[in-house]
């Protein structure tokens, strides 16, 4: 269980003399949900929101518990049940290759390297990207980066899997791909997008504005109020 | 986005009897082929030398086409290197200067392409353990070198980004201007780097 008791996040003004601009404010949220979605305009707080989850992002005032966990006080407890999707699977890939990457996470359970290995290649194959355990993460696709990231992510087990845009840099196969990806997890996911079609995927929608939420519920009536609130012109 | 070969190049796992030796003994294999070039300064034992690390090479499985691929920068270096001695009238320094930095590169390679980076981080953190005296997490060093490993095509590609986006704004070929964009672009890719190991939690799970 996720929860969220009246957490803001401010930042200092990035210029002297400039007042401190509020990312979160006040913000109250319990999501037992076993698919949560959040949506929002550019810059409305959603990727502060996720990276709160995984003790990324300190809360300035408030408290963000998973699991019983505080973010703040047992962020190591809180990282190794929740696991960090980037919008750029780029960014996350630590290693040259998806096996090594595998492996890298792997690197904290499995203390022999043998068995680390096999195991890597099997978690590779499972999501059957197998015959790309060798490649240069530079050669692979997007939507193979992307669940090379997810496998690298899913080896430690976590309790939650937090995804930030994670279809955003995808094409409409490999979105297609993860959506079912993402539909088969046994975990509880938490994510963000500006794919409505995605959006809708989930039980429980929140729509962040200026840093707060503006609407919490079923997806049918939280994507409409998200739609009406960006209606442009006419 | 560009990226490019790395120098150290990319493991696939082979057959030949280099992929099976063990990891201390291709360290030793590295210095054996490449320092002896910098003590004996000829320009007949580079070219012996290189000769010699493209056979060792070549006896598992690892051919010149692959052993070779190192990224057009690196050729280019050693081209400029090459020129320059050349027109200074030095043709034995033309030879050994950038021919000395080729075997070692090779040398390098014969462990880099024969050995799975996590296999290497095991090997370097053991190397390291003296490092425990002063307090400092061996594992943690061998973790950066492999950061290093991985980011090498990516900085290397962050210029080839900056001079795309100069040429396409008309800004000529004046490498003075890549400067600004490709340290931005090193310290974004930093930063990047710096949350997801953050965000996997693997720097807490090292220390």
Not at chain 1, 170 to 177: F, I, Q, T, V, Y
Request: aromatic share 4%; proline share 6%; charged share 20%.
């Amino acid at each position: 269980m996720i929860e969220l008791e009246g957490v803001s996040v401010v930042v200092p003004g990035s210029r002297h003399g400039q007042p401190d601009r509020t990312l979160l404010g006040d913000v109250s949220l319990r999501l037992p949900e076993h698919r949560v979605c959040v949506i929002g305009a550019n810059g409305s707080g959603k990727s502060t929101l996720l990276r709160l989850l995984n003790g990324m992002r300190q809360p300035t005032a408030g408290s963000v518990r998973v699991n019983g966990h505080s973010t703040v006080d047992e962020v190591r407890a809180v990282r190794a049940q929740v696991g960090f999707i980037f919008t750029d699977p780029l960014a996350q890939l630590l290693m040259s290759t998806p096996i090594e990457d595998v492996e890298l996470s792997l690197r904290s359970t499995v203390r022999n390297r043998r068995e680390r290995t096999r195991l890597a290649q099997r978690l590779l194959d499972e999501r059957n990207l197998g015959h790309l355990a060798h490649q240069s993460i530079y050669d692979l696709s997007g939507g193979e980066r992307q669940l090379v990231a997810l496998t690298s992510v899913l080896a430690v087990e976590p309790h939650v899997v937090v995804a930030d845009e994670p279809t955003t840099l995808l094409d409409l196969r490999n979105r297609m791909a993860l959506r079912r990806t993402f539909a088969e997890l046994p975990q509880q996911l938490v994510y963000s997008t500006h794919d409505m079609d995605v959006a809708a995927d989930a039980q429980r929608v929140v729509v962040v504005d200026g840093g707060r939420v503006v609407a919490d519920g079923p997806p049918v009536e939280s994507i409409a109020f998200y739609e009406a609130a960006m209606r442009v012109g006419p | 986005m560009n990226t490019h070969t790395s120098v150290f190049g990319i493991f696939e796992p082979g057959p030949g009897w280099l992929f099976r030796l063990p990891v201390g003994w291709k360290y030793l294999l590295v210095l054996v082929l490449s320092i002896p070039t910098l003590v004996v300064a000829q320009w007949w034992f580079t070219l012996a030398c290189l000769a010699v690390v493209l056979a060792v090479a070549a006896t598992s499985g690892l051919v010149p086409r692959r052993m070779l691929r190192l990224g057009w920068m690196l050729w280019a270096m050693l081209g400029v290197l090459f020129l320059f001695h050349l027109a200074t009238l030095h043709p034995t320094a033309a030879v050994m200067r950038p021919g000395n930095i080729l075997v070692a590169v090779l040398a390098a390679r014969l462990l880099t392409l024969t050995t799975s980076l996590p296999v290497l981080m095991d090997a370097l953190a053991t190397a390291l353990a003296p490092l425990r005296l002063v307090r400092l997490d061996p594992a943690q060093a061998a973790l950066a070198v492999a950061l290093m490993i991985r980011s090498i095509p990516f900085l290397m590609g962050t210029v080839d980004d900056a001079r795309d986006a100069a040429n396409a704004r008309g800004l000529g070929r004046n490498p003075a201007r890549l400067l600004t964009p490709v340290m931005l672009g090193a310290v974004g890719y930093a930063e990047r780097t710096g949350e997801a190991l953050q965000a996997r939690g693997i720097g807490d799970i090292q220390s």
